[in-house]
């Protein structure tokens, strides 16, 4: 085995954001939180259209689950609503890239979450066009955010948020 080395420059650092999906589509970003004291897991996610605007988010404290059933179940949750309002081009964003390889790969038969992941499949699956695809969690920080305020509701409660755009924008920094 050879390896060879040679140094390179440094690349400059680049500024990660948010970025609005194609003309016509739709964006979810979705994100899963776990906190360990008191221990407890959220999910949250935010469906946004071809300018930028808020459509709906939610956010949903779902008890006791790791970190990777977190990001899975937020990804199902958000392709279930996407689905239910009728969108028919949906971009998908996660930070989980664990989770956007296990459905990529589609080898996920007799994983412990594999029936999470049947669910995101099937939706994946659907008469529409849905793509999937890793975002660094720079770009995912609404959906973080919405995930976080997951951990402070009641268990069962789903929340659903409908026109925040103020909120993105707004006084706490989040711009995505």
């Known amino acids: 085995m050879t ?3 040679s140094a390179t420059p ?3 650092p680049q500024q990660v954001s948010w970025s609005k ?3 016509g589509w739709v964006k979810l ?3 899963g939180s776990r906190r360990s004291e008191p221990p407890s897991s959220a999910i949250g996610g935010v469906l946004r259209n071809s300018d930028g605007s808020w459509i709906v ?3 949903n404290k779902v008890g006791h689950a790791s970190v ?6 937020a990804l199902r949750d958000g392709l279930s609503l996407a689905w239910t309002l009728g969108y028919h081009k949906v971009e998908v964003a996660s930070d989980s890239q664990v989770t956007v390889q296990l459905l990529l790969t589609k080898d996920f038969e007799f994983h412990p979450l594999g029936a999470l992941l049947e669910d995101c499949r099937k939706y994946l699956l659907q008469q529409w066009d849905c793509r999937l695809h890793h975002s660094l969690r720079e770009a995912n920080q609404v959906a973080d955010a919405l995930a976080e305020l997951g951990l402070e509701v009641a268990i069962g409660s789903d929340s ?3 026109g925040l755009d103020s909120w993105i924008h707004g006084s706490n920094g989040l711009v995505d």
Do not use: A, K
Not at 68 to 73: M, T
């Open 3 to 5: 390896t060879t080395t």
């Open 10 to 12: 440094r690349s400059q």
């Open 21 to 23: 999906p194609l003309e």
């Open 29 to 31: 970003n979705v994100d």
């Open 57 to 59: 988010g939610f956010s």
């Open 68 to 73: 990777l059933e977190s990001e899975i179940r």
């Open 160 to 162: 659903w948020i409908r």
